[in-house]
């Protein structure tokens, strides 16, 4: 998706109808939409995700669709602490049938390529590479060169680890240190180079050291993809 699809994706607006959410650790919550069958997205994409049922100050933010469009569902994963802004505050009031709008699907942040890729996930940032590799993995693996996602979470809450770990052809390092994460980021370039693609996912920081490490490793900026979750 080029800047003038997204432009038009951004007026498209529709309804998403809630079906439930679920826990996956202590603060984080998934929940689940209608898919509806005269819409989809390409695993990766984000969308504007809207607030209907009450108002708030800031109705509308960007999330990731975290299920694969071949699930059916949209699925939204998203940290609810205990001081929660009024935005998460009405996704916990969500009752089955109520409506939000989204509007995208947004974003080039898709697996294209058939080349060695190396996922870099933060925390939170797992969420566009969950739909990237159970869409892979729907469509028989068409990416057929080595994909291996590393997930750094420094508490160690790995989300989805049973799905992660149930996808063949992907192999998952998990870390919980910045160092661990620059060796294995670094061992990967220096294997690949920029035979390598390389997708980054998770709070800005992380997201512009990431890169800026892969740069200082001689890996061209057109072989890097970046997901910056503004708000973390
Ligand atoms: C491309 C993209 C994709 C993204 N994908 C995801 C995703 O998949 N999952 C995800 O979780 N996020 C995602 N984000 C980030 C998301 O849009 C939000 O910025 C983020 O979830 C923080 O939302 P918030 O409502 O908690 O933030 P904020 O409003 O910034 O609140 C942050 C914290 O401030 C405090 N606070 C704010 N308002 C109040 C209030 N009224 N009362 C009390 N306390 C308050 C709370 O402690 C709150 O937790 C994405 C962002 C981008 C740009």
């Given at each position: 998706m080029g800047f003038f699809q997204d432009m038009v994706a951004v007026f498209k607006k529709r309804a998403l109808v809630f079906l439930e959410y679920s826990k996956e650790s202590k603060d984080v919550y998934t929940f689940v939409f209608e898919k509806g069958d005269d819409w989809t997205w390409k695993a990766g994409q984000h969308g504007l995700l809207t607030v209907t049922h009450k108002k708030i100050k800031t109705p509308t933010k960007p999330f990731t669709?975290?299920?694969?469009?071949?699930?059916?569902v949209v699925k939204i994963t998203t940290s609810i602490t205990d001081n929660p802004s009024d935005f998460k505050k009405a996704l916990l009031e969500l009752k089955p049938g109520t409506k939000m709008t989204i509007a995208g699907p947004l974003g080039s942040f898709n697996l294209t390529d058939n080349k060695p890729t190396l996922l870099i996930a933060g925390g939170i940032g797992i969420t566009p590479f969950r739909s990237i590799l159970k869409q892979n993995e729907a469509e028989?693996?068409?990416?057929?060169e080595q994909i291996h996602l590393l997930y750094m979470d420094s508490n160690k809450t790995y989300l989805f680890k049973d799905e992660l770990d149930a996808i063949a052809n992907v192999t998952v390092t998990y870390l919980d240190s910045r160092d661990d994460l620059h060796w294995e980021t670094e061992k990967f370039a220096s294997s690949y180079k920029d035979n390598g693609n390389y997708f980054i996912a998770g709070p800005k920081a992380m997201v512009d050291s990431i890169s800026t490490l892969l740069k200082n490793n001689n890996?061209?900026?057109?072989n890097i993809k970046k997901d910056a979750f503004y708000g973390y």
């Open positions: 669709l975290a299920s694969s469009p071949s699930e059916n028989g693996n068409r990416v057929t890996i061209p900026k057109r």
